[in-house]
């Protein structure tokens, strides 16, 4: 079936250091949506890439979709305590349904 | 706008028992579904709609039934709750726009726990 695999599951980094989160899906996505979920909180809507090659940013956050549409990235520049969370990507497949399949998240910590 | 809200908050059933989760929208959005979070799971989609009367199974549907007969509501059935139906359930909706997807609004969550 269809799976989209995230890494790393957990990170932690220190307040201002760089950090990375990527998904991989076995098949061609038609688009890719990101959402953050604070703890104990619900998932909320980042972006959503569409594009081959597609680089979006949102101040210190920075996401590719990838030239064949099978993986993207999330990278924050230089972290805060407030981006502590979960981050999820969510693949849409050209199947002609609505079925979003949600990566396994990567939680992140940020230690002052 | 209320966006997507959910009840109950939290809900306790023993093996056997059956019950409703709501979700409700009013945003008019045609798409909805439902999600189970399980740790180390991620989301894994239960049942969507793409509109009133239309619904589709996802990637985990066996032991949940749903139904879509207005706009707004797209409630959840458990028929006889397992153990492992203990999860959060998140509920979420979003306009319907073609294959190129749109953002999707997710509502608080219940919280079931199945003795």
């Known amino acids: 079936g269809q799976q989209v695999m995230q890494i790393p599951q957990y990170q932690h980094v220190q307040e201002g250091e760089d950090f990375t989160t990527y998904c991989n899906s076995s098949?061609?996505?038609?688009?890719i949506q990101w959402y953050k979920q604070r703890p104990g909180g619900h998932p909320v809507f980042l972006i959503q890439l569409v594009k081959s090659g597609e680089v979006k940013k949102q101040k210190r956050l920075t996401f590719q979709f990838g030239e064949a549409k099978k993986n993207s990235s999330l990278h924050i520049t230089a972290t805060q305590t407030t981006d502590v969370g979960t981050y999820f990507c969510?693949?849409?497949?050209?199947?002609?349904?609505?079925?979003?399949?949600f990566g396994t998240g990567t939680r992140l910590k940020v230690l002052a | 706008n209320a966006g997507v809200t959910q009840t109950p908050k939290f809900q306790v059933l023993k093996t056997g028992q059956s019950m409703t989760l709501q979700c409700a929208q009013d945003?008019?959005?045609?798409?909805m579904s439902w999600y189970r979070q399980d740790p180390g799971m991620g989301l894994r989609l239960i049942h969507y709609?793409?509109?009133?009367?239309?619904?589709d199974q996802g990637e985990v549907p066996n032991g949940y039934n749903v139904s879509r007969s207005t706009t707004e509501d797209f409630p959840l059935r458990l028929l006889s709750a397992a153990p492992s139906q203990t999860s959060v359930y998140f509920c979420a909706s979003s306009y319907s726009t073609g294959l190129a997807g749109v953002e999707q609004f997710f509502g608080p969550g219940t919280r079931l726990t199945v003795l």
């Open positions: 709609s793409v509109g009133a009367g239309i619904t």
């Open positions: 098949t061609t996505l038609s688009n």
């Open positions: 969510a693949g849409l497949y050209t199947s002609g349904t609505y079925k979003y399949i």
């Open positions: 945003m008019n959005h045609e798409y």
